[in-house]
């Protein structure tokens, strides 16, 4: 289905609006306006959180796509897709994925346009619920990555408040 003159122009302004957020927020960022694409670097409270934003035209969303900065061993991939699956058991907006081939670890969003314009109120919910999301699970899941422990004790012991900070500290390293 060809894309209409409407969907590009609504496309545009959603874009405009986020690069404006951005700029509002003085956030330091690329953008590709042929491609409606932006791209930054925001610090977590531990692991830096890149994040790709890609407005589609065509699909009438906004997609917010962030590569978490680890690859998962191959003998732990098992119990960081347990990990990952306990975690958007709780989400509303947003999940994890992990690519079990390759051991890659992604959060991904979606704000959907057709037929509206979304306000920058509601582009602010979207960028700083993923980057809050993704601070919140980025170490737990690079802690799973890098033990022996099974996914259930490390969330176990995460919900207890066990995990100290020496044992967070060693892997962050």
Same mark, same amino acid.
């Given at each position: 289905?060809?894309?209409?003159?409407?969907?590009?122009?609504?496309?545009?302004?959603?874009?405009?609006?986020?690069?404006?957020?951005?700029?509002?927020?003085?956030?330091?960022?690329?953008?590709?306006?042929?491609?409606?694409?932006?791209?930054?670097?925001?610090?977590?409270?531990?692991?830096?959180?890149?994040?790709?934003?890609?407005?589609?035209?065509?699909?009438?969303?906004?997609?917010?796509?962030?590569?978490?900065?680890?690859?998962?061993?191959?003998?732990?991939?098992?119990?960081?897709?347990?990990?990952?699956?306990?975690?958007?058991?709780?989400? =509303?907006?947003?999940?994890?994925?992990?690519?079990?081939?390759?051991?890659?670890?992604?959060?991904?969003?979606?704000?959907?346009?057709?037929?509206?314009?979304?306000?920058?109120?509601?582009?602010?919910?979207?960028?700083?619920?993923?980057?809050?999301? =993704?601070?919140?699970?980025?170490?737990?899941?690079?802690?799973?990555?890098?033990?022996?422990?099974?996914?259930?004790?490390?969330?176990?012991?995460?919900?207890?408040?066990?995990?100290?900070?020496? &044992?967070?500290?060693? =892997?962050? &390293?």
């Amino acid at each position: 289905m060809a894309v209409t003159l409407k969907q590009k122009r609504l496309a545009k302004d959603v874009f405009k609006s986020l690069c404006e957020l951005f700029d509002e927020n003085k956030f330091k960022y690329t953008k590709d306006k042929d491609r409606l694409c932006v791209d930054l670097v925001m610090q977590g409270d531990d692991i830096p959180i890149g994040l790709s934003i890609i407005v589609s035209s065509e699909l009438q969303v906004a997609l917010l796509v962030s590569h978490l900065p680890f690859i998962v061993p191959q003998d732990r991939r098992a119990a960081m897709a347990v990990a990952a699956n306990e975690a958007n058991s709780y989400m =509303i907006d947003g999940s994890f994925e992990m690519n079990y081939l390759t051991g890659e670890v992604n959060f991904r969003m979606t704000a959907h346009f057709e037929n509206s314009m979304i306000s920058k109120d509601l582009l602010r919910y979207f960028v700083f619920t993923a980057c809050k999301t =993704i601070d919140m699970y980025n170490d737990k899941f690079l802690f799973v990555t890098k033990n022996d422990m099974t996914a259930e004790q490390v969330i176990a012991r995460y919900e207890k408040g066990t995990i100290t900070e020496a &044992e967070m500290n060693y =892997i962050l &390293e």
